[in-house]
């Protein structure tokens, strides 16, 4: 079986793949149109987030058997077509689980001790203690929603506090010793912190508006390290003026794109990003919560063992 690999990955993937039987070719440079005119040639597609896979490319792909995401999810894919070609979809959430789980809460007691904030008087030679003093996570009440891999993982960390977690999942029974599965309505009443780890589907995404955060009975933290299309950024920094969000973390933006970094030319911020940039309460991060030097071997090593499970029994 010949496979196109589109994105550099950790080494272990080629190698790995090699190993096993697989015929592997690389273009890591060539544009979308000239990957449609070759990609009839190949079984197997591996990608991060090069480019969209849309109908038109997967018409051209006659002899496509499966798509490897190095990722956790396959939004950048056309999955009901792929699958209507019968072509499997392979992606790898159990690889950075443990990398957001940790990147999560990373931000949670960041944003608990104003650690950002501090970090930049201190470095001006500004000494504010009193105005640094922070609150405690044990005794709070933690909502996740979307109890996934990446949910479960944050849950997983949590442990170690004295907390309540609760978590809502559109699937039934995915509740675990770590966590009570429970209503939107209940986790709303409850909960002193949101953490978000839902995939974007039509569901989820601009779900975290001003009716969501209204719907809280107490003023709440919020940490987003799933999707940015999740939360309507305007809305967010209402509630935050508001007080109703006391604070948040987002390793992930609405106007995450390809050229995101044009967003910090003054004639492209828009206002609610702007806001984001300057409020203390406030904390970002490029969208590297699954990003570690671990994680990149994992996805690695997920994606190759789920392509030989699916396409040889040959052992490495």
Known sequence: ?????????????LKQLNAAGFENHEDYTSSKSEIEK??????GIIIRSRFSIDKYFLQQASKLKFIGRVGAGL??????????????????PEGNRNAVGEHALGMLLSLFNKLNKADKEVKKGVWLREDNRGVELDGK????IGYGNTGKSFAK????????????????SVGDENCKQVSLGELQKKADVVSIHVPQTALTEKMINTSFIRSFTNNFWLINTARGKSVVTEDLVL???SGKILGAGLDVLEYEKSSFENLFSENLMPDAFKHLVVAENVLLSPHVGGWTQESKEKLAQTIVSKIRKNFTSRKI
């Open 75 to 92: 939004e950048n894919i056309d999955c009901v077509f792929a699958k209507s070609k019968k072509i499997k979809l392979i992606a790898a």
């Open 1 to 13: 079986m010949k496979i196109l690999h589109l994105d550099t990955n950790h080494p272990t993937l």
């Open 239 to 241: 509630g935050l003026k």
């Open 38 to 43: 070759k990609i009839h040639n190949y079984d």
């Open 141 to 144: 009440t933690i909502g996740i």
């Open 157 to 172: 960390k949590l442990r170690g506090f004295d907390v309540t977690v609760l978590c809502y999942d559109i699937k039934p």
